[in-house]
């Protein structure tokens, strides 16, 4: 396995929240100490894990796609792929407010398209959120088979970062983006792909391998 971490700790996302609950937390304690502060320092440590991304370990063997977010498997069914207009085999994570939020890549490939779509915020763990929250949709070529990677807001989030662009080279583990408060992301395959977990599996991004496809890698 290699080390893939080519970022802070604390996710840059969170710096400003860090900052601001930690000098609300000072103000508070140096005013009237544990009595006044306890509820801020819950406030505190709880921003500070949140925006936590840890570097991982990205898994060296071939033909994987590895999962791009830390969370829960919902989904792992034959869908329609309504991005790049096919049938799929379609994995889904859900991330609750505890989970690392920090988007990584699920395979090595090159973007094709990029589409943003707003929506609602209903609970990203119910299966119409795929079709009706705010969503950011990324197609990549990986070695000629076609890889779609959604992000999908939920109840609590009101924000979805990419920080990719179209004709980037994407590699396996690459941060790409990060969604706060509570989200999902679904993981559209080609019908070739062996599914690796299944639902209620609980997976962390870079490191749990979903899926092997037959060349992906060669």
Request: charge should be positive; charged fraction near 20%.
């Amino acid at each position: 396995m290699a080390v893939n971490y080519p970022h802070p700790i604390i996710a840059r996302e969170g710096w400003p929240h860090v900052a601001i609950s930690g000098a609300v937390l000072f103000l508070v304690h140096s005013m009237g100490g544990w009595a006044w502060s306890w509820p801020f320092w819950i406030i505190f440590i709880f921003v500070v894990q949140f925006f936590r991304d840890p570097g991982r370990l990205v898994p060296v063997a071939k033909d994987t796609v590895l999962s791009p977010a830390d969370g829960r498997v919902i989904v792992v069914e034959k869908a329609f792929d309504p991005y790049a207009k096919r049938e799929a085999l379609k994995i889904s994570v859900f991330m609750n407010v505890f989970n690392v939020h920090s988007n990584r890549a699920a395979v090595n490939g090159v973007v094709k398209a990029i589409e943003y779509f707003p929506g609602k915020f209903v609970n990203a763990d119910l299966d119409k959120a795929s079709e009706e929250n705010e969503r950011n949709a990324v197609i990549i070529d990986a070695n000629g088979h076609t890889i779609t990677l959604v992000q999908v807001a939920g109840l609590i989030a009101r924000r979805i970062l990419c920080y990719i662009r179209l004709g980037d080279r994407l590699k396996k583990g690459e941060r790409y983006g990060f969604i706060r408060f509570g989200s999902r992301v679904d993981v559209y395959l080609p019908l070739t792909a062996e599914p690796l977990v299944t639902v209620g599996e609980k997976v962390s991004a870079t490191t749990t391998i979903l899926a092997k496809i037959p060349g992906l890698d060669s």
